[in-house]
């Protein structure tokens, strides 16, 4: 069984900073793409930050503002938010797509989320 657990969440003022962590347990051969979504009240859950074989993406509303880094030893993944803005405001959720011991397919594990509350 694998688990993805989330930590960092908080209420912070604009223009402040929070930084989310999120770390894959479990039976785990490999990882590959590591992602930070978001979801706002009565929107559609959005890409935030990917990485994958040392390369990142980011939203265009996120570009200079947040950071996304990943230990593979640890399988972690961290999200450094600065210059939060209040359209920040959002439960944020970690995404892993993992080959698990054991299997032959890669699925992808999600996990419960975190809430990021930004007020103005």
């Known amino acids: 069984q694998v688990q993805l657990v989330e930590s960092g969440g908080g209420l912070v003022q604009t223009g402040g900073s929070l930084r989310l962590s999120c770390v894959a347990s479990?039976?785990?051969?490999?990882?590959?793409?590591m992602c930070w979504y978001r979801q706002a009240p009565g929107k559609q859950r959005e890409l935030v930050a990917a990485t994958s074989g040392g390369s990142t993406n980011y939203a265009d509303s996120v570009k200079g503002r947040f950071t996304i880094s990943r230990d593979n030893a640890k399988n972690t993944v961290s999200l450094q938010m600065n210059s939060l803005k209040p359209e920040d405001t959002a439960v944020y959720y970690c995404?892993?797509?993992?080959?698990?011991?054991?299997?032959?397919?890669?699925?992808?594990?999600w996990g419960q989320g975190t809430q990021v509350t930004v007020s103005s």
């Open positions: 995404n892993a797509n993992v080959l698990p011991m054991g299997r032959i397919a890669w699925f992808s594990y």
């Open positions: 479990g039976k785990i051969i490999s990882i590959n793409t």
